[in-house]
């Protein structure tokens, strides 16, 4: 089994860095270089030349490969500027969900720099699959094809970071049309820098592996979309964009561990998710004559502590669920009653038949009480997003994690439990395709150590990115 890890090099985290208000200096002596290292077996990306190969042990050809990878990340390093600068650019002008055309244009600028070969030597490029997608090739002889995902969109979100290179752009809502923020809070920015970078040291350095390398560049991870949406399209249909049906889908994510750290686990990583948004219908009247109106306050009260039973009574205890009602609106004035509720639900399990159980029990809970109540008609109630399980398939899962292992050495572990987050990253594996997930750290380390000192890890843990960010700016 060889392993050839195609990488991408950065920083310690860049997103841990503009904690900060700046960038470091790539490769600061202090900070051992961030790689986000994707190991390849031998069965996908074949090395170009063995020289062991008249002695062909696992071990020695795990050395080769080893050597091969380290070429590679050498050559990301020196290119490692001017990603910095992508990584700025990136994060000064987020684009929301089915909005990254500025990004997307900017992304195919940079794959196109690569291309200094011509014709079937360079990536071939397609724009506008599934609205903004965007993929590059690079075939490279025989061999595997290997597809390596980064994301496009940013969130909703006002930055208050005070950063030199904070957001300047905001987005349009996409239901009223009114203006919003823009942020890159969860990391996408870096992703694509990343995977940018992967690219073009990939590319520079193709004597060293064998296969084909698709890059790809989703639009609407956010919502859950994007990806099947590229799908859709006709990513990998022959008479659209023919894009090869790849052996591996492989992709990482920022997350708030350590940095440097480096994640992964064999089956489950992240969970199935469905979020609905149900209009319960009550009848409007005044304070002082409730029994002339019907309160869908009341009734709404009473739906969001019954559907907090469903974990507890209806799912086995062996399984994980959780169900969070994110948001509720009614009424205008404390003293009238409000026709109407709006309330929005977000469901998430660990596999599809827990997932698909609570979705049930929650449209039961909001039905039944609804009657109960004796709403004038029933509630309205539709899906809003939903996300697929992501589950790390086994035979390149533990290539991949056996790379890591090798090359980060005590910076990599096994993720002891899926995650309740989500993705759409499997939506992108068709036909066999193997999936492969894993995590990245990107808090500082004077941040972690701190808190682990003191024993609040789950202060740090637990923070959205955004949260993070916001934290550290006033902490300074
Ligand atoms: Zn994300």
Redesign the pocket.
């Known amino acids: 089994m060889v392993m050839l890890h195609c990488c991408i090099v950065s920083d310690v985290p860049v997103c841990s860095t503009m904690f900060k208000g700046r960038l470091r200096r790539p490769v600061a002596e202090e900070n051992p270089p961030y790689i986000i290292a994707t190991g390849i077996d031998q069965q996908l990306y074949a090395p170009r030349q063995q020289p062991h190969t008249h002695s062909k042990t696992r071990e020695s050809i795990h050395a080769n490969m080893s050597e091969s990878s380290d070429h590679v990340i050498q050559r990301a390093m020196q290119t490692i500027a001017e990603f910095e600068e992508t990584y700025k650019h990136l994060h000064r002008t987020p684009e929301l969900s089915w909005q990254e055309h500025g990004t997307a244009a900017f992304i195919t600028e940079q794959l196109q720099k690569t291309n200094t070969r011509g014709g079937d030597e360079d990536f071939k490029i397609t724009t506008g699959i599934g609205g903004t997608g965007v993929v590059g090739i690079l075939h490279n002889g025989p061999g595997k094809k290997v597809l390596l995902r980064a994301?496009l969109d940013a969130l909703p979100l006002k930055e208050e970071t005070g950063l030199p290179y904070s957001s300047q752009k905001s987005g349009r809502d996409e239901h009223t049309g009114s203006e919003i923020p823009a942020m890159h809070a969860?990391?996408?920015d870096m992703?694509m820098t990343s995977l940018l970078c992967a690219a073009r040291a990939l590319s520079d350095r193709r004597d060293l592996w064998s296969g084909t390398l698709i890059v790809l560049f989703q639009p609407s991870?956010?919502n859950g979309a994007g990806a099947q949406a590229m799908v859709d399209d006709g990513l990998y249909d022959a008479k659209r964009f023919a894009v090869p049906i790849p052996d591996a889908v492989l992709a990482g994510?920022?997350m708030p561990m350590r940095a440097g750290k480096v994640a992964s686990r064999i089956g489950v990583v992240n969970s199935a998710v469905q979020s609905v948004q149900a209009t319960i219908f009550g009848r409007g009247g005044h304070g002082a004559r409730p029994q002339n109106a019907i309160d869908p306050v009341v009734i709404m009260s009473s739906i969001v502590m019954k559907l907090q039973t469903i974990v507890s009574r209806e799912i086995a205890p062996q399984e994980s669920a959780v169900v969070t009602v994110g948001s509720v609106h009614a009424g205008t004035a404390e003293n009238i009653i409000s026709d109407r509720a709006v309330m929005k639900i977000n469901i998430r399990a660990l596999s599809t038949d827990a997932l698909r159980r609570a979705h049930e029990a929650v449209v039961r809970i909001i039905e039944g009480e609804c009657f109960t109540f004796r709403c004038p008609q029933p509630p309205e109630i539709k899906s809003i997003s939903s996300f697929p399980l992501l589950e790390n398939h086994e035979t390149i899962t533990r290539s991949v994690v056996d790379a890591f292992g090798r090359h980060f050495k005590d910076n990599y572990y096994n993720e002891p439990y899926a995650s309740l987050g989500a993705?759409d990253l499997s939506n992108l594996a068709v036909e066999g395709s193997q999936c492969c997930f894993w995590n990245i750290g990107c808090i500082d380390h004077d941040i972690w150590d701190a808190a682990e000192k003191e024993n609040r890890l789950e202060t740090v843990a637990g923070m959205p990115t955004v949260t993070l960010l916001k934290w550290r700016v006033e902490l300074r």
Do not use: P
Request: with cysteine; aromatic share 0%.
């Open positions: 994301e969860c990391g996408h992703h991870e956010e994510h920022t993705e």
